[in-house]
């Protein structure tokens, strides 16, 4: 999914899960984050797109990014 198409999708302030380093499927001791998106999503460098979240502070790409699903996000 790219930038434009995530935007379409999700505001700012959709609960997501956010893989820092590795996802867990490369590293199952990777780092997940359980947190909200805080911008807009946007192409960095002219071809990696990314999302900032809150709770870190660098953009993380959004191959590392999973929506959480709605039940989840409202507990």
């Not at 790219?2 to 302030?13: C, E, K, L, S, T």
């Not at 899960?17 to 002219?46: H, I, M, Q, W």
């Not at 191959?63 to 996000?73: L, N």
Request: charged fraction near 25%.
């Amino acid at each position: 999914m790219n930038a434009n198409q995530f935007n379409a999708r999700y505001p700012i302030g959709t609960p997501v899960f956010a893989y820092p380093g590795c996802r867990p499927e490369d590293d199952a001791n990777g780092e997940r984050l359980v947190t909200r998106t805080r911008s807009k999503a946007e192409v960095l460098g002219g071809h990696t797109d990314v999302v900032w979240v809150d709770g870190h502070g660098a953009c993380i790409a959004l191959t590392h990014i999973d929506v959480r699903p709605a039940e989840e996000a409202a507990s």
